[in-house]
């Protein structure tokens, strides 16, 4: 019976093109018996099986691999070089406020960071910008930005200048978490993640938020995508990186928030509202002032040393026209008396004044703890203005200011949580999304991309302005 199988048509089957050759597949099982059949089916099933385990194996090696970077990056660079910059920042904090006299020796310290760049060849300083576009791109990271920053934003910290510490932060740990990449031989793509782990790491060891860190670290860099295949060594990273520091000594940002009662109440909700969108103009004012003093001194200082040393003299005068060293480093008793309720007027403007004059001469730091202070000092004025308890909106401020600078809003909420506890965490997300969509396109780092509008759902893969 087989036998008429095995000629005619069948041959002529058997010789029809590659192409159609898979026709062949389908047919030819039928014409054997039952027996050969079921054999050549299991056949089949045990190599999809083996495909399938060894797919298996695959994702089981590249998991352990990044669980073992991550363990790595968290220990080293965030638990190690983290907490070595949290106690460099600490000590410059406390010698400076020891020390009133060391703001007039600020103007050498500016020209001893400029000399630093100028002998390592670095002519223009892109910052944190560097950082992100080297995740998005080919970028590489110099390794000599991690020892440079460090030394600057604690110059500048010991010295007065009105700077933050978190932008040194990514700077530092997205240069050694790229280095770290690169002395492991990783594919470009692996390089990328890399970069957020150090970024995140040294945040996180910074703050005591390994949870923030994580988040931001994943939310900053292309507003409206995350790259979920980073989630994991991100946040093994941020987790040590945390609790080293902790177990070293470090202390956690936390402020103690009892204004606000559980729920959410109408009345207080619609004055949040209200708060938030001014927020998201103090937001853009803050960034255009930043980019404005850089272009000005730009473009009337273009001698780099020149230009840092009228700004040491601008900061130094006006701190002593205002006969307070209230704006100097990054302010953080300031914001814990805004919290507290207590604050000055103008102190939002004078913070984002000086920050300006610091940072666009060329000194070196942050811009988000400056973005705190602003909010916090200006959320508690016009809190109070509003009938709203002024801590909760020095609260709401410093959320809503730090989101509409970022657009992280993710980063944002979770930042309130960890701050202030959970029991304003329907304010704080009201205040985030505002301040997100009322801010526009503005940004702290130029480039950050925003993929999607803020007003419709349309992809616009738009850089901040």
């Known amino acids: ?11 002529a089957l058997c010789s029809l093109p590659a192409a159609v050759c898979h026709v062949k597949i389908t047919i030819y099982p039928v014409f054997f018996c039952k027996d050969t059949r079921e054999r050549m089916t299991a056949t089949v099933q045990k190599e999809e099986l083996k495909q399938k385990a ?25 638990g190690g070089v983290g907490t070595l910059f ?11 406020i020891n020390n009133p006299w060391l703001l007039f020796l600020l103007p050498a310290g500016g020209l001893l960071i400029v000399w630093l760049y100028q002998l390592c060849g670095v002519q223009k300083s892109r910052g944190t910008d560097l950082v992100l576009l080297s995740i998005r791109s080919s970028q590489p990271l110099p390794a000599r930005m991690a020892p440079l920053i460090f030394i600057s934003t604690a110059i500048t910290h010991l010295f007065g200048g009105s700077a933050g510490r978190e932008g040194a932060a990514l700077q530092i740990g997205g240069s050694l978490g790229y280095g770290a990449g690169r002395l492991f031989k990783l594919d470009e793509k692996s390089l990328h993640v890399m970069t957020m782990c150090g970024m995140g790491a040294v945040f996180s060891a910074l703050f005591g938020m390994p949870v923030v860190a994580s988040v931001f670290a994943l939310e900053v860099i292309s ?16 987790l040590l990186a945390a609790g080293i520091s902790g177990w070293l000594g470090a202390i956690p940002t936390h402020f ?46 273009p001698n780099p040393y020149l230009r840092i040393l009228v700004g040491s003299a601008l900061v130094i005068c006006l701190t002593l026209l205002l006969h307070t060293t209230d704006y100097e480093g990054a302010g953080g008793e300031i914001i814990d008396r805004a919290i507290r309720g207590q604050t000055r007027p103008e102190a939002f403007l004078l913070k984002i004044l000086l920050t300006a004059l610091t940072l666009g001469a060329g000194f ?19 809190g109070s203005l509003l009938g709203l308890d002024p801590c909760l909106g020095a609260a709401v401020g410093l959320l809503a200011v730090f989101c509409g600078v970022v657009n992280c809003p993710l980063t944002a909420l979770l930042l309130g949580c960890s701050l202030f ?28 991309t925003i993929l999607y509008s803020k007003f419709r759902p349309q992809f616009i893969n738009k850089k901040t302005e």
């Open 1 to 11: 019976m087989f036998g008429k199988f095995c000629s005619g048509p069948f041959l």
């Open 54 to 78: 060894d797919h298996w194996k695959q994702r089981l090696r590249t998991f352990l691999r990044w669980v073992l970077l991550s363990i790595f990056i968290g220990i080293a660079i965030g």
């Open 256 to 301: 103690t928030l009892v204004a606000v009662k559980g729920g959410i109440q109408l009345v207080p909700a619609l004055q949040v509202a209200l708060l938030s969108a001014m927020c998201a103009i103090i937001a853009v004012l803050f960034c255009r002032c930043l980019q404005a003093s850089g272009r000005l001194y730009r473009r009337f200082l």
């Open 421 to 448: 506890g959970y029991s304003g965490a329907p304010y704080f997300f009201l205040a985030c999304a505002l301040s997100y969509a009322l801010s526009g396109y503005s940004g702290l780092y130029s480039e950050q």
């Open 223 to 238: 507003v409206g995508q995350m790259l979920y295949s980073a989630l994991v060594p991100v946040a093994i990273s941020c």
């Open 364 to 382: 070196k730091g942050g811009e988000i703890v400056p973005s705190f202070y602003i909010g916090a000092t200006f959320g508690c004025w016009m």
């Open 86 to 96: 949290y106690y460099a920042l600490k000590w410059s904090t406390q010698t400076r």
